[in-house]
């Protein structure tokens, strides 16, 4: 055993705990091994609370109070916090070994999330060991079950359950209502900023206005019409401009790039992302970028259609 080890077990058993790294000294009651994956540590005996650092499977941590619904408050690294008790296998100063509490059985308390990386595997545990049971798309909408506490959740999505690993899903903010494909099709599109324009281009290394639209819809599973003329008169269905939700294709008309004489109904579209903000491939500035619907284009507005 080597003397930083020696030390720790000393001080453990002087229900003393010294950080190494901080010098601050932590008054406690017993030790822990964490038994999940990326436990956090978090400011509060919450999953809503801040978090602090996160703790590999195996990783000692110093246990400062007892197990309050399902949270010990602890000390990782110098740093004092809290860690779900469901994945710490405790030892207090006493002997005594506190197994890990089996989850009570309650009614899922459901949250939207959306898909930020994918194909996003689904496993039948919470953890890469368990096997596959399916996956997400980028930008698909989910619903988060519970928040397993070691970096995973369980989810659902349509008639798919399963779990995830909570480094690729973003909570859904309440910022959408009432159109989960739009809201989808917004946080693909955010993932898309800065990507070049290019004529004629549909992605994924550079878009025109259209091609962008179409290759969020196709990548969702709903494939749209390709020209914004086309978008315009094929894909979806009118909405007023005062209801356009997260999503809803937003379209315009500049006689200065119109080489139809007058017969194209549009000349450019974008993606309404709320805010009073749209997404669109810029041929400004050659890039993919947000713009108010406020400012320059204002005036240039001629509609706005819903997919779905």
């Not at 494909?181 to 993932?191: E, I, T, Y």
Request: one cysteine or more; a negative charge; glycine letters at 12%.
């Amino acid at each position: 055993m080597n003397f930083k080890a020696k030390m720790f077990q000393s001080l453990v058993a002087a229900g003393l705990v010294l950080s190494m790294t901080t010098g601050v000294a932590f008054a406690s009651i017993g030790s822990a091994v964490v038994t999940g994956d990326s436990l956090r540590l978090r400011s509060e005996a919450s999953t809503a609370s801040t978090i602090l650092d996160t703790a590999a499977k195996g990783a000692q941590v110093t246990v400062l109070e007892e197990s309050t619904e399902g949270w010990y408050k602890v000390a990782y690294d110098g740093v004092e916090g809290y860690m779900s008790a469901q994945w710490l296998q405790v030892t207090l100063d006493d002997g005594t070994v506190v197994d890990p509490p089996v989850p009570a059985a309650e009614e899922p308390q459901e949250q939207k999330a959306i898909v930020t990386d994918g194909p996003l595997n689904v496993r039948e545990g919470a953890g890469t060991e368990f096997a596959k049971v399916g996956s997400l798309k980028l930008g698909a909408m989910i619903t988060i079950l519970n928040d397993e506490g070691n970096g995973w959740y369980q989810i659902s999505a349509g008639d798919l359950t399963g779990y995830v690993s909570a480094d690729y899903v973003q909570f859904y903010d309440g910022t959408y209502t009432g159109n989960a494909l739009g809201a989808s099709a917004a946080a693909l599109a955010a993932q898309l900023l800065g990507c070049r324009y290019v004529s004629g281009g549909t992605g994924p290394s550079g878009f025109d206005c259209s091609g962008l639209m179409y290759y969020i819809y196709k990548q969702l599973g709903h494939p749209i019409a390709r020209g914004s003329s086309s978008q315009y008169y094929k894909s979806g269905y009118f909405v007023p401009f005062n209801e356009m939700q997260p999503g809803d294709l937003i379209f315009f008309f500049d006689a200065r790039f119109d080489s139809s004489g007058g017969t194209l109904p549009t000349t450019h579209v974008g993606m309404y992302v709320g805010g009073d903000q749209f997404i669109h491939a810029s041929t400004t500035s050659y890039r993919v970028q947000y713009d108010s619907i406020y400012g320059y284009y204002a005036p240039y507005i001629v509609g706005a259609k819903r997919i779905g």
